[in-house]
Nanobody, 117 residues
Framework: QVRLVESGGGSVQPGGSLKLSCAAS????????MGWYRQAPGKQRAFVAG???????TYEDSVKGRFTISRDNALNTAYLQMNSLQPEDTGVYYC???????????WGQGTQVTVSS
């Protein structure tokens, strides 16, 4: 079983920044990808960013140029640096880890990000 612990959420004004962390422990897949989805109020959970253990990253179009995902393989921890935050970035951010070979995600508990003036 994999355990994911997220931190770094909070409330900021538009244009502000936050950095999320996600620490994985337990039975982590040997070759894996980590990343985040977010769920805005009244909407389905949607992909935000992901990174492989080879550090290849992908982003949802609306966050490109504003968010940066990174990871420390030695610590089994992924990070999401979020800059130029906008109200539409508000939601619960869920970290995941999954084997590279198939889409079997393990999820964190979620952390709230609120962007409001």
């Amino acid at each position: 079983q994999v355990r994911l612990v997220e931190s770094g959420g909070g409330s900021v004004q538009p244009g502000g920044s936050l950095k999320l962390s996600c620490a994985a422990s337990g039975n982590i897949p040997r070759s894996n990808a980590m990343g985040w989805y977010r769920q805005a109020p009244g909407k389905q959970r949607a992909f935000v960013a992901g990174i492989s253990d080879g550090r290849m990253s992908t982003y949802e179009d609306s966050v490109k140029g504003r968010f940066t995902i990174s990871r420390d393989n030695a610590l089994n921890t992924a990070y999401l640096q979020m800059n130029s935050l906008q109200p539409e970035d508000t939601g619960v951010y869920y970290c995941y880890v999954r084997p590279v070979a198939w889409d079997n995600k393990s999820w964190g508990q979620g952390t709230q990000v609120t962007v409001s003036s």
